[in-house]
């Protein structure tokens, strides 16, 4: 079964650079973009952007660009969202998801990452 | 960017009720518009996407109408599992954009 696994919570000072994992079973890995999606505490979901594991292309969301890097391992069927530059705004649930079979809708989903920035 | 726009905000309902969410897209979406469903400490679950089509698993209860710029989420009848914090989001362009949500609790 379709499975999207993430690295546990992370407690960064500001300024500082954060990495998230994501683990992908089930499918196959280059075959589907994987975006990333964060929820600040009681807040809705933000879009951050995607990328293509096949080819290795992004896509960030504006807001993000700069400060965000999205990268992939195809041997170990992984994706990564690190994010630099962080401030206490940042602190949230990071998701990572994809779009395996609904059209153009994330219908799989990691289980989130908590990153907490406090100094 | 797409502004999406959730109404109501929350809303207090009885199991058994017929409840309507409604998502206004500040242009046109086409058919791209979806429906999440979130319970605490639980990501996020696709209930309807492209606007009426019911992700597999998901109870017949819950449809999806719209195109365009309005869109609306029914469930037919509220059951006790439903109470939870439903999101639509637009797949028509990056970037993607969520509405703020709508909170659905017990009356």
């Known amino acids: 079964q379709v499975q999207l696994v993430q690295s546990g919570a992370e407690v960064k000072k500001p300024g500082a650079s954060v990495k998230v994992s994501c683990k992908a079973s089930g499918y196959t890995f280059i075959g589907y973009y994987m975006h990333w999606v964060r929820q600040a505490p009681g807040q809705g979901l933000e879009w951050m952007g995607w990328?293509?594991?096949?080819?290795?292309?992004?896509n960030y969301a504006q807001k993000f660009q700069g400060r965000v890097t999205m990268t992939r391992d195809t041997s170990i069927n992984t994706a990564y969202m690190e994010l630099s530059g962080l401030r206490s705004d940042d602190t949230a649930l990071y998701y990572c998801?994809?779009?395996?079979?609904?059209?153009?809708?994330?219908?799989?989903w990691g289980q989130g990452t908590m990153v907490t920035v406090s100094s | 960017d797409i502004q999406m726009t959730q109404s109501p905000s929350s809303l207090s309902a009885s199991v058994g009720d017929r409840v309507t969410i409604t998502c206004r897209a500040s242009?046109?979406?086409?058919?791209?518009l979806n429906w999440y469903q979130q319970k605490p400490g639980k990501a996020p679950k696709l209930l309807i996407y492209t606007a009426s089509d019911l992700q597999s698993g998901v109870p017949s209860r819950f449809s999806g109408s719209g195109s365009g710029t309005e869109f609306t989420l029914t469930i037919s009848s509220l059951q006790p599992e439903d109470f939870a914090t439903y999101y639509c989001?637009?797949?028509?362009?990056?970037?993607?954009?969520f509405g703020g949500g709508t909170k659905v609790d017990i009356k």
């Open positions: 990328i293509n594991p096949n080819s290795g292309g992004t």
């Open positions: 242009q046109s979406v086409s058919s791209y």
């Open positions: 989001q637009q797949s028509y362009s990056t970037p993607l954009t």
């Open positions: 998801a994809s779009i395996l079979q609904a059209l153009d809708a994330l219908d799989f």
